[in-house]
């Protein structure tokens, strides 16, 4: 490439087109550090840790400081850099979603929640505040907790939606354990959730719960 | 800007200070911001640019490893979005414990500690050698920082070819479980493995009492 870069262009190009992880991760890994780390005899040793621990790009995308501080990564702009284009990723899925009603198309929504939190190491619960055409007004987390629960406050989420005049919404937690089935604790709070918005007519449309490696719907349990 | 990152995430860039500091990997030594806020005043969105075609972006007289770059994005987006089929080690049961504790005793057999960080479901998070026992105090410090840091629930305890008597390890094992209680980690087992022997704690009886 005429800037000297050392990936190979045609290869970048099989990747962008397959839109898939089979993608070579070592070719993918390779040019992130390539492109992020300026030091060049650290490369190496980069790319050796990267490897040994790292099983996809959305993994080492969500490498977290302590996994940095393990593996002794001391390239702040390479770190950095990760985060960037994590954000980056972020903002591109949710520019994606449907600018009308978004569970029109459940997939799209799906992948941006997963995103978002399927990843994230601690719980996090988010809603998503939507128009009358059920379009995304806002989407906000309303609260971080601990590896396995969240606090949720039916009166502030009804207060938000006050503020930001919504209609309905769709709500969203990870749980980081993996395991997509709803527990007795999440069944509850979303029937109290539930029961605080149906006083100002708003419709809770779906909760959703995200896992790494699968997700589930309220609705289509029948939960709701 | 980049300490201004790390203390408070991302979130708070505007599109083109995020724009800018990506094409900072491409262009170093440069001002990059007259480029993203021109680069998204030409395509409008942050949608527009990552979607733009190679042709569209050489158009606007970018360099190959810019375009590169900025296509990456997707790639990006699209693997982030990606459900994760990657399967941790899980400790389903105690047969499995028995077989992952196998490595312990190969080779040669050192004398040591090892910690078995664990989440709710039981999936290996860390598998950490204790450098120094001689202290209570720092060594429970080090056990519950270690577990806040890997946002474990749960461990597993594995004296390999102990010097000490079982009954008085369980007692340091007791005190262990106790000291982590207000943190919600649980102390599940401690396991003490020898060349062609291991032994539980657990069930021994010897943790029994705390039950």
């Known amino acids: 490439m005429s800037d000297g870069t050392v990936f190979p262009e045609n290869l970048l190009e099989q990747i962008l087109d397959s839109q898939s992880d089979l993608a070579d991760r070592e070719c993918i890994f390779a040019y992130i550090v390539d492109l992020c780390c300026k030091s060049g005899k650290d490369r190496e040793r980069l790319m050796t840790l990267l490897l040994g621990n790292y099983t996809n790009l959305a993994h080492l995308l969500c490498m977290s400081r302590h996994e940095r501080d393990v593996l002794g990564i001391r390239d702040q702009n390479f770190f950095v850099s990760l985060r960037l284009f994590r954000e980056a990723a972020l903002r591109f899925n949710q520019a994606s979603l449907p600018s009308g009603d978004l569970i029109h198309n459940e997939r799209l929504l799906i992948n941006y929640l997963t995103t978002c939190m399927a990843r994230e190491r601690v719980e996090q619960f988010r809603v998503l505040f939507l128009d009358k055409q059920n379009g995304l007004i806002l989407d906000e987390v309303q609260g971080k907790g601990t590896v396995n629960q969240t606090a949720v406050y039916p009166r502030e989420i009804t207060r938000r939606c006050r503020e930001l005049h919504a209609s309905a919404v769709i709500l969203a937690h990870n749980h980081p354990s993996g395991t997509a089935k709803p527990s007795e604790a999440d069944v509850i709070m979303t029937q109290q959730v539930q029961q605080a918005l149906s006083l100002i007519k708003v419709n809770v449309l779906d909760h959703y719960i995200i896992a790494r490696s699968t997700w589930s719907s309220f609705r289509a349990l029948g939960l709701l | ?211």
């Open chain 2, 1 to 211: 800007m980049r300490q201004k990152i790390l203390d408070h995430g991302t979130g708070a860039l505007a599109d083109y200070e995020l724009l800018e500091m990506l094409l900072f990997n491409v262009i170093p030594r440069r001002d990059t911001k007259p480029l993203a806020k021109s680069l998204l005043a030409h395509f409008g969105s942050w949608l527009s640019i990552c979607q733009a075609s190679k042709r569209e972006l050489e158009d606007c007289h970018l360099g190959a490893k810019t375009i590169v770059m900025l296509q990456f994005i997707r790639q990006c987006a699209a693997s982030l979005a990606m459900t994760d089929t990657h399967n941790p080690f899980c400790f389903a049961d105690w047969e499995r414990l028995l077989v992952y504790a196998d490595r312990y005793t190969q080779g040669d057999v050192a004398t040591g500690t090892r910690v078995i960080y664990v989440n709710n479901r039981n999936e290996l998070l860390l598998d950490h050698f204790l450098t120094d026992e001689s202290d209570i105090v720092s060594l429970h410090q080090q056990i519950a920082e270690l577990a806040l840091d890997v946002n474990a629930t749960a461990l597993i305890l594995v004296y390999i070819a102990p010097r000490r008597p079982a009954n008085v390890i369980a007692q340091h094992v007791l005190g262990l479980k106790h000291a982590l209680r207000p943190l919600s980690i649980e102390v599940y087992d401690a396991l003490l493995v020898g060349e062609n022997w291991k032994k539980s704690l657990h069930q021994e009886g010897l943790l029994g009492e705390d039950e």
